[in-house]
């Protein structure tokens, strides 16, 4: 009796996972999923070509301090760049009065607290600090911008296509789609995840001037903190890449030595 009732307990188990299924199944093929205005919509970020893309890629030190420059200029009242340190902007041409200078002159300055009272204050920034964090207290922090080009897919051309990017809705594209209408307070672009950000057009024609005489442009700014966002987050890429082909000429030569020393010593030997 006890076997009998545990058997029709099993078959009514199988039964109950073969009608999920089988209603699973069907939802799925009657009511195919309706992507979202987001998928739709989203864009891949644009191509951008820039000296440190490929295997063999370098810095362009001038196309990066054109970049630091709109980054002190108009990023950097938002965004915290705490990976990097100011003596490390020598790496890209920058002289060490310079640093000294651009340390010195940064507007936000290093926190200290005082070991006996445990009273704050400031002190100002030298080389050897890293950029102070930017605080927003009580709000979300806008992203530290050191590694952004390693945390996005396809990072400089995310920095680059989202710099450039802004557009305004049109009427049609509303009608279209109106869960993708931009709220209040939001900005839309396309290449953003979910299109809308909170963060109004940073760049605009002519805001920087830069030092070394470039024609200042929306594009062309956005292009420059692009590849000065690949350093940061890549100080070492030069060295790394340099030192990269002197281990595969190494390898390469001592591979011929390995070669050469086998047939002297084993080509008289039969096996």
Known sequence: ???????????????????????????VINEPEVESASAILHKHPKELELTSNGIMGTID?????????????????????????FRDLRKIGYTEA???KIAADWGTKQPVQDPKTGDRSERPNTPADKFPTVYYP????????????KARHDGPAYVYSLLTGYAEQT??????????????????????PNLNIAMPPPLSEGAVTYADGMKSTVDQNAKDVAAFLVWTAEPELNDRHWLG?????????ATILAYGAYQTIWRNVKH
């Open 171 to 192: 009427p049609e594209l509303i009608a279209k789609h109106p869960d993708a209408k931009t709220p209040d307070g939001l900005y839309y672009n396309p290449y953003f």
């Open 1 to 27: 009796m006890v076997r009998f009732i545990a058997g029709l307990v099993g078959v009514g188990f199988i039964v109950a996972l073969l009608v999920a299924l089988v209603g699973s199944v069907s939802g």
């Open 61 to 85: 030190n001038r196309a990066a301090q054109r970049g630091f420059q709109v980054y002190k200029e108009v990023c950097a009242n938002c965004h915290s760049l705490s990976r990097v340190a």
């Open 245 to 253: 082909f002197v281990v595969l000429g190494f390898l390469l030569i």
């Open 138 to 149: 009580g709000q979300g922090n806008p992203p530290d911008l050191s590694l952004i080009t």
């Open 98 to 100: 310079e640093v000294k």
